[in-house]
């Protein structure tokens, strides 16, 4: 592992300043991450569901540690494409967790995917893949 | 056309209550539409850029007053795939346009397109497309 | 389980009456298929690489089994959204396997994620999700 | 434009020796190509559908040829994303056309959309997104 999960909290600390929107780093591993977004008005709907653009940041971001993981701080990294597919209304008194694993880590190209649930429940709301692109070092 | 202009002004304030964060609609068409999301810090993310979440829920709800153009106020239409691909680094100083069009408005499904444009440039920085569920109306 | 084995087995080969080129069941559960395809010449591009068709045909046919075996043998329901991730080159030696896993099956619509393997290798060469629209039972 | 219509027709027909089973060029512009598939036995499903996978293969071909018409007779470029939306059923008597755009050409990937038709008919029955990861070239 490139960075741990002390070191993975500060740099998401640094580099999402409005913070919490995008969750909380509760698990990391080679490759793998977890991450829960603590569900208040901010992020619902009418209806009472997480929103999906709420479910879409967390996704991007827990993919993004995911990654990490692998490379190291490599802030420049951006998300390419995101295919997410909403399977289920989220609970709307719960917290949203996030599970990602990367498929692969080239040196150009990150892919990764990740389950969304319901705190407390095991069937998933949604389901998402990602590109990440990933900045060629430069030469000196 | 199911809906015009107002009524989808209307629809869009009350079932968005938070509001402006969602976009302000420009245009609509029979199964078009266009919306701007004026840029502040809140959708900035760290190096200047308009954030993937915002671009995502712009682009979901262009795409949703355009479905909702062509079948009315089905308020319970539920997006069930969005696929995003990010082209270009959209400018920090422009407000983001997204300009969505219906592929196919079904009885069951609607899919739809969007480009996401950074306001007086011409290359899109994002396209998405979009998957609706249409609610069966309920028998009497 | 709606569907056996046998039974999968049988209504794979009247409906794809073109046949292998679309593979071979090796494994049916509840949710879940695994499928193989030989590989030979008429799926390889230049260079020794399966073709991308072949792959999401395998892909799709893996979706389309591990789906059945919930819902029973409707033969209509469709593919109505395919989203694929080519990660490694598959080996030209081996054959391909596709493990399928339905992620929702709903009453209109069932969603599924399948990991594509070269033989022999753990790492996926590619992975697909997948939407398959129901058809509603006609009322007698 | 870094290849014409003629070198294109020659560059497919070189690297596709299996060839007519991924359709003919009609069409080339800066950016952007037009195909045809014959719809033929080999490409039906039971019912009398034009098979997914032929679609895929004629939407892949078609972003390729509308990519290397801006980048020349770059053999190695790769699909490394596809995403395509299923909108309607295509005639089982009309070809089947592909009409290409690149969104976006970068020095490392290519994005492109593709709308697929039956020949004579307005209405896409499938649009793709497409991603194509370009080699960077070797130093000399």
Redesign the interface.
């Known amino acids: 592992m490139e960075m741990n999960f002390e070191q993975m909290q500060i740099f998401l600390k640094e ?4 913070g919490d929107q995008y969750g909380e780093l509760l698990e990391l591993g080679n490759g793998t991450s977890t991450m829960r977004l603590p569900v208040d008005d ?1 992020h619902l ?3 009472g569901t997480v ?4 479910m ?2 967390l996704a ?1 971001v827990a993919v993004y540690a995911a990654l990490l993981s692998r490379i190291g701080p490599v ?2 990294a ?11 209304k989220p609970s709307a008194d719960a917290d949203i967790l996030a599970k990602a694993q990367m ?2 880590v080239g040196k ?2 990150g ?1 990764g ?1 990740v389950y969304i649930l319901s705190d407390g429940d095991d ?2 709301v949604a ?1 998402a ?1 990602m ?1 990440y ?1 990933i900045p060629v070092p430069e030469k000196r």
């Open positions: 580099h999402f300043p409005q901010q709907r009418p209806g929103s999906g653009p709420a879409m940041g991007d802030s420049l951006v998300t390419t494409n995101l295919n997410i597919n909403f399977l289920r498929l692969k150009r190209l892919v995917e069937e998933p389901h893949t590109t692109s």
